[in-house]
T-cell receptor, first 116, second 111 residues
Framework: GAVVSQHPSWVICKSGTSVKIECRSL??????MFWYRQFPKQSLMLMAT?????????EQGVEKDKFLINHASLTLSTLTVTSAHPEDSSFYIC????????????FGPGTRLTVL | DAKTTQPPSMDCAEGRAANLPCNHS???????VYWYRQIHSQGPQYIIH???NNETNEMASLIITEDRKSSTLILPHATLRDTAVYYC????????????FGTGTSLTVIP
């Protein structure tokens, strides 16, 4: 149980384009999902908290207009990187907190974004 | 949230117990201790969590000191597949539950 998937697992795009990353909880409902970014040889950095049916809460320094988050259902959250630039190249990871087991959260496998 | 301190790296011989320490001296009474690990280029994997009692599951044991200022994750019989970065996180449960990751401990299991 408690499986989280992400799609795509990797993506390469041109500078200036937008990229959408999906995060799905496969066997549970998640009222809250989280998005992280990880640069090479660094730790995970929390970008935003996504709540189903409401606006995401962004961490300080994260541009909400650049990283659009939509949590339209209890099993799906999407992160759209708008007008991507090479410095946005990173490993994007989502996690979800099951409604029943609220004390912990489970992570997706990550999405490797490369912006050329 | 309480900050955590972990050694940057550790080695462990295959088949031996790996003991990974975490210091969280400013932990408050309602904060849980969570352990996750991240194998290269994968998402973090949940290992175990606890509040004040020692915990054990099929993956590991978590030993929390009586004053809760530190804890130790124990992998009883380390294998090469346990080579990963291990993160200790302290967080109040049920309140946002955002996780802020530190630098973790890079554990290398040596054949």
């Amino acid at each position: 149980g408690a499986v989280v998937s992400q799609h795509p697992s990797w993506v390469i795009c041109k500078s200036g384009t937008s990229v959408k990353i999906e995060c799905r909880s496969l066997d549970f409902q998640a009222t809250t999902m989280f998005w992280y970014r990880q640069f090479p040889k660094q730790s995970l950095m929390l970008m935003a908290t996504s709540n189903e049916g409401s606006k995401a809460t962004y961490e300080q320094g994260v541009e909400k207009d650049k990283f659009l988050i939509n949590h339209a259902s209890l099993t799906l959250s999407t992160l759209t990187v708008t007008s991507a630039h090479p410095e946005d190249s990173s490993f994007y990871i989502c996690s979800a907190r099951p409604s029943v087991f609220q004390v912990t959260q489970f992570f997706g496998p990550g999405t490797r974004l490369t912006v050329l | 949230d309480a900050k955590t301190t972990q050694p940057p790296s550790m080695d462990c011989a295959e088949g031996r117990a790996a003991n990974l320490p975490c210091n969280h001296s400013t932990i408050s009474g309602n904060e849980y201790v969570y352990w996750y690990r991240q194998i290269h280029s994968q998402g973090p994997q949940y290992i175990i969590h606890g509040l004040k009692n020692n915990e054990t599951n099929e993956m590991a044991s978590l030993i929390i000191t009586e004053d809760r200022k530190s804890s130790t994750l124990i992998l009883p019989h380390a294998t090469l597949r346990d080579t990963a970065v291990y993160y200790c996180i302290v967080r109040v449960a049920l309140t946002g539950n955002q996780f802020y990751f530190g630098t973790g401990t890079s554990l290398t299991v040596i054949p």
